[in-house]
């Protein structure tokens, strides 16, 4: 809207250079932010599980997010037309969260639907809170444990998928 970024290409900027100063500022966001939250939340609320799942459960998030207001940011010309529309389709995706978070829905179907950065997190953090509710808290011997159809390793495979998949959709549009 504003030209900065063409401007700064005549001046020599490469994409390549562009694009890794934002994934290096948000890896450095998404760390503290992940960090903070993991500090909070294992100290107050999930006592029994593994704080190192917490922490990269949130990171991925974070990350997976990043690419997603990216995809989202590629689709519009002006900002405050993709800062309204961007926000209103982020959280319409937590509408289908009443669709495939029912205890009937195949593993598959909730899979498919982590494509979506806020249902990737919804479903893990239903298994974060079933394995402490239980007690046993969540780590690394039973991540891959079923909680209504979903594993939370799936949670964290699908937030990886999820920002190379909406980051390279991103960089095609861009």
Same mark, same amino acid.
């Given at each position: ?40 939340? *294992?100290? !107050? ?27 989202? !940011? +590629?689709?519009?010309?002006? !900002?405050?037309?993709a800062a309204i529309s961007g926000?209103?389709?982020? *959280? ?18 909730? &899979? ?13 953090? #239903?298994?974060?809170?079933? *394995?402490? +509710?239980?007690? &046993? #808290? ?13 594993? *939370? ?13 909406? #980051? ?7």
């Amino acid at each position: 809207e504003f030209k900065i970024r063409e401007g700064m290409k005549m001046m020599g900027l490469v994409d390549r250079t562009y694009w890794t100063s934002w994934l290096l500022y948000y890896i450095v966001i998404n760390t503290v932010i992940g960090g903070a939250c993991t500090a909070i939340l *294992f100290s !107050a609320v999930y006592e029994y599980s593994n704080w190192f799942l917490l922490f990269l459960f949130f990171w991925l998030y974070g990350m997976a997010v990043f690419s997603f207001t990216l995809f989202m !940011a +590629s689709l519009f010309n002006k !900002a405050r037309v993709a800062a309204i529309s961007g926000t209103m389709i982020y *959280f319409a995706t937590y509408i289908l969260e009443e669709l495939v978070t029912r205890k009937d829905i195949k593993e598959p179907i909730k &899979n498919l639907s982590s494509l979506f950065p806020t249902l990737a997190l919804t479903h893990g953090v #239903g298994n974060f809170v079933a *394995f402490e +509710s239980s007690q &046993n #808290g969540l780590d690394f011997s039973n991540a891959d444990t079923k909680v209504d159809n979903y594993r *939370f390793s799936m949670a964290l495979i699908m937030l990886t998928i999820d920002f190379f998949f909406w #980051g390279i959709i991103s960089l095609y549009l861009e």
